[in-house]
C-alpha cells in the first residue's frame, strides 16, 4: 500500500528567501509523484509532476522538485519565494489500484511567506 | 474545454440530516471521478473513485456513500450525517486511459458544517 509523508505541516519563509517543502513516500511499484498548490477555499492545482526520464522537474511559478529514488524523496523546492507563493502544498503519488488509478495525497504543507 | 462543477459550495446541516453533494464534468466523456475530504490539519483523504457509470470503489468505511449514474456525474450521499462529516469536499477527475500519469483536476469544493 502506498503512503505520502510531508515532514513538515507549517514552513514560516520570508520573502525572496529559498524553501524546501520535504515529501517521502513508500509504494511497492512503479510510482507518478506529483505537488499540487491550495489557495484558501479553493481547490488543488498542479504544480509539477514526475513520471519518468530527469529526475530534476520543473513546474509553474519557478518551484522544482527532485525524484530520489534511493531515499524515496521528491522534495519541492524554490530559490527565491514571493508573498504569493503563501498556500497549502501537497505531494501526491498516483499507483494502480483495484479500480483503476488513484491518487493518494500527504498532509500537506502549509507555505507562509512573510514580508 | 474541461470543466468540473461542484455544488453546494457551502452546506451547514444538523446532525441526522442526510446530504447529497453533486459533481458534473463537461468536455470529456469516460472520466476517472473521485471525492476526496479534505479536513482541517489533516490532509486530502481518498473517500471513493469511479472508472465507470455504477462503477464505485470505496477507500475508507464510513457514513458516506457515492454513486454514478451518468458518465460526467459523481454524487455523494449521506442517510445520516454525523459530526465527524464535517470538512471540505473535493471532487476531481483525471482522463481515460490506463494511466496513472494523467494529472487530476479538482473542481472548486463544497465546504459541510454539520451542527
Known amino acids: 500500500a502506498q503512503s505520502v509523508t510531508q515532514l513538515d505541516s507549517q514552513v514560516p519563509v520570508f520573502e525572496e528567501a529559498p524553501v524546501e517543502l520535504r515529501c517521502n513516500y513508500s509504494?511497492?511499484?512503479?510510482?507518478?509523484l506529483f505537488w499540487y498548490v491550495q489557495y484558501p477555499n479553493q481547490g488543488l492545482q498542479l504544480l509539477l509532476k514526475y513520471l519518468s526520464g530527469s529526475t530534476l522537474v520543473k513546474g509553474i511559478n519557478g518551484f522544482e522538485a527532485e525524484f530520489n529514488k534511493s531515499q524515496t524523496s521528491f522534495h519541492l523546492r524554490k530559490p527565491s519565494v514571493h508573498i504569493s507563493d503563501t498556500a497549502e502544498y501537497f505531494c501526491?503519488?498516483?499507483?494502480?489500484?483495484?479500480?483503476?488509478?488513484?491518487?493518494?495525497f500527504g498532509a500537506g504543507t502549509r507555505l507562509f511567506v512573510k514580508a | 474545454s474541461q470543466t468540473i462543477h461542484q455544488w453546494p459550495a457551502t452546506l451547514v446541516q444538523p446532525v441526522g440530516s442526510p446530504l447529497s453533494l453533486e459533481c458534473t464534468v463537461e468536455g470529456t466523456s469516460n472520466p476517472n471521478l473521485y471525492w476526496y475530504r479534505q479536513a482541517a490539519g489533516r490532509g486530502l483523504q481518498l473517500l471513493f473513485y469511479?472508472?465507470?457509470?455504477?462503477?464505485i470503489s470505496s477507500e475508507v468505511p464510513q457514513n458516506l456513500s457515492a454513486s454514478r449514474p451518468q458518465d460526467r456525474q459523481f454524487i455523494l450521499s449521506s442517510k445520516k450525517l454525523l459530526l465527524s462529516d464535517s470538512g471540505f469536499y473535493l471532487c476531481?477527475?483525471?482522463?481515460?486511459?490506463?494511466?496513472?500519469?494523467?494529472?487530476?483536476?479538482f473542481g472548486a469544493g463544497s465546504r459541510l458544517t454539520v451542527l
Open positions: 509504494s511497492s511499484v512503479s510510482v507518478y
Open positions: 476531481a477527475w483525471k482522463g481515460t486511459g490506463d494511466s496513472g500519469a494523467n494529472v487530476l483536476t
Open positions: 469511479s472508472v465507470g457509470i455504477g462503477q
Open positions: 501526491a503519488v498516483s499507483e494502480r489500484g483495484t479500480g483503476g488509478f488513484k491518487t493518494i
